[in-house]
């Protein structure tokens, strides 16, 4: 598998229960329960995803949750109750790819918005779109645009550790990722700096984003 990118490539320690039970909603393969361990890996091209897949289920113990494979960028998550073994799944597929871990693209922060005491029409929008909880009336709403997409997942879970706030939606592949969530304004508050700051402390290749 010669010129592969290494776009996306996080490990989730714990899975938080409202990002566990958010990704079972959408996952079309093994459906992931919390305090289970993830990989979640972005590639270009898109293809080798199917290849890539195949190392970590033929070496390893996990359950493949998802794989998305787009026109440019191909996506996938593996997870288990066994953290080495999601840590084994991941070096086997660098090992594969003659790549390093460091390689990956370092997340770009694209936007972040707070907006407090939402208005109940502006709730009912965002609740029409969800795959998770509700936004209520009153409530602060926090967005969050990252590139690679798929450090979307990654946010959204240091953001329940960090504090109890609703998640209610996350976008992981396309141009950009997308993580949507709710809750009082100081939770909000304090999800969106432990986001930001998680983000910022994985390293990586220099990223400037996509152009719209």
């Known amino acids: 598998m010669s010129q592969v990118e290494l776009r996306c490539y996080t490990y989730i ?4 229960p409202q990002v566990a039970s958010f990704q079972a909603t959408i996952s079309q393969g093994y459906l992931p329960t919390e305090d289970q361990a993830a990989l979640v890996l ?3 091209p898109g293809m080798d995803i199917n290849r890539v ?9 996990v359950e493949p949750g998802m794989m998305i494979v787009e026109r440019v960028f191909g996506l996938m998550e593996v997870h288990s109750f066994d953290q080495g073994e999601v840590r084994a799944a991941g070096e086997a597929i660098l090992d594969t790819l003659g790549l390093k871990e ?28 969800r795959h998770g909880n509700f936004l209520l009336k009153g409530e602060s709403l926090y967005i ?10 990654f946010a959204a879970n240091e953001a329940e550790k960090a504090a109890p706030i609703e998640v209610l939606e996350i976008l992981a592949f396309g141009a950009y990722g997308r993580v949507f969530l709710g809750g009082d304004e100081a939770p909000i508050q304090e999800a969106a ?7 910022a402390a994985i390293e990586g290749r220099p990223n400037k984003g996509v152009s719209d």
């Open 13 to 16: 320690d714990v899975f938080q």
């Open 42 to 44: 972005e590639i270009a």
């Open 53 to 61: 897949m195949d190392v970590a289920l033929k070496r390893t113990n």
């Open 102 to 129: 460091e390689q990956r693209l370092k997340p770009f922060i694209k936007t972040t918005q707070i907006i407090t005491g939402a208005q109940a029409h502006h709730t009912m929008l965002i609740n029409r779109m």
């Open 144 to 153: 969050l645009e990252v590139h690679p997409a798929g450090y979307a997942v």
């Open 193 to 199: 700096r432990a986001v930001e700051a998680a983000l």
